[in-house]
Structure formats: structure tokens, C-alpha cells
């Protein structure tokens, strides 16, 4: 049976795997991970616009895993449009990747909830010991942990190496659009904290006195040396 101190630990860590579930199904869902402006290129270079006249010319974008905002400023005002991934970008992005980061958010929000449950019942003092009990929360812990940095990194690739902003401003528009600046947003920094607590539950459940899995090998019966050879 746990401890009182252990039951705290280790409901605390199931609170934690929840609010990660939570975390990681809301910021999926949410339109917000990347925001920055773009510039209507061929427009302003035309009448050679700088300085105040070039923000007659520069609009606004932002985009999640599902769903694109934009708002285009060629010199004629506001022109706001939305744009869907699916079915609309597939063929604008790299749809293999983007697929894949879907697939580690779906997965990061499924096993941080399994993972949250574990803790539970550990706290409950009805390990599974099917999964070795205890030292199977290390195993859900960083198995999420590693799903939410696939998140952050494949997403990051994506916009950095497949240049995703300029790829969504100039959907359907030819190349007229180029990003003039973008910064991740409230969503991919939501799956970073989700990444950072599920760290934060491995260092609570060694607090709780549970051994890291393999940190100390079992030794072997030292042999009874001459005292066998008799025998």
C-alpha cells in the first residue's frame, strides 16, 4: 500500500496527465499556432511603397492544424478569408508531415489520459501490476513526453524547412504574398508546457521513492566458492 506522501505525489501527477490531456485536445483544435503579417509584394513593389505607405500593404495570418485566418491588404483595403487544411492545402503542404504532427497530438492527448488514469490507481494503492506497477508511470511519462517534442519539432520543420506561412498567404493567390514576420503562437507553446509537466511527473514520481527503471541492476548471489565444490 502507498503512503499518504506517495498518494499526494501521485495524485498530483494525475491531475498533471489531465490537465496535459486537456491541454493537448484544446491547443489541437485551435487555430493559433503560428501568427505573423505578410505583404502584398507585386503591389507594393509597383508604386514602390515604403515606410508608413508599406502598411497599406501588409495584412495578417494566422493558422492551426485545421484552419487558416487570413486578412490581405493590397492598397484597396481589407480583405479577410479563411481557408481550410483539409480538404482546401493539401496540395499547397507538405501533407505527410502535417499529417504526422496530427497523429502525435491525437496520440499525446490519448496516452497523457491513460497515463493520468495509472496515476490514479497508484495513488488508490491498486497498481497494474500488469505494467510492472509504479515503475510503469516512467514508462506513460515519457512515452507523452515524447510524443508532445514530436509535436514541437515535425510543426517547427514545417514551417521552417516547407516555409508553411508564405505556402497558406499565397494559396490560390499565385506568388504575390511574402511573410514579413511570424512567431509561434499560444498553441505550440501550450504543447511545450505540456511537454515540460510530463517531465515534471517523472521527477515526482522519484520523489515518491520510486526507483528509476534499470538504475540499479540486480547483483548476483555472490557463489559459495569451495563451500559449492563440495557439494
Not at 125 to 130: D, S
Request: net charge positive; charged share 15%; proline share 4%.
Amino acid at each position: 500500500m502507498p503512503t499518504r506522501h506517495q498518494r499526494l505525489l501521485f495524485s498530483a501527477s494525475g491531475l498533471l496527465g489531465l490537465g496535459c490531456a486537456l491541454a493537448a485536445a484544446v491547443a489541437t483544435g485551435l487555430p493559433c499556432w503560428v501568427t505573423g503579417t505578410v505583404v502584398c509584394r507585386s503591389a507594393a513593389e509597383l508604386v514602390n511603397a515604403t515606410g508608413a505607405e508599406l502598411e497599406q500593404f501588409r495584412g495578417r495570418l494566422s493558422y492551426g492544424l485545421f484552419l487558416a485566418h487570413k486578412v490581405k491588404r493590397c492598397g484597396l483595403g481589407e480583405r479577410p478569408a479563411r481557408v481550410s487544411v483539409f480538404p482546401d492545402l493539401l496540395g499547397a503542404i507538405p501533407a505527410g508531415l502535417h499529417v504526422a504532427v496530427l497523429f502525435f497530438c491525437g496520440a499525446a492527448t490519448l496516452l497523457s489520459s491513460v497515463a493520468s488514469g495509472f496515476f490514479f490507481f497508484n495513488a488508490l494503492g491498486r497498481p497494474y501490476e500488469t505494467l510492472h506497477g509504479p515503475t510503469g508511470l516512467y514508462l506513460w511519462s515519457f512515452t507523452c513526453g515524447v510524443c508532445s517534442c514530436l509535436v514541437l519539432v515535425l510543426f517547427a520543420s514545417e514551417v521552417n524547412l516547407h516555409q508553411l506561412s508564405d505556402r497558406i498567404a499565397n494559396f490560390n493567390e499565385g506568388n504575390v504574398f511574402r511573410t514579413h514576420g511570424e512567431q509561434y503562437g499560444r498553441c505550440f507553446w501550450l504543447f511545450l508546457l505540456v511537454f515540460l509537466l510530463h517531465g515534471l511527473n517523472m521527477v515526482l514520481i522519484r520523489l515518491a521513492g520510486i526507483r528509476f527503471p534499470f538504475q540499479d541492476a540486480k547483483e548476483a548471489e555472490p557463489s559459495g566458492g569451495a563451500a559449492d565444490l563440495m557439494y
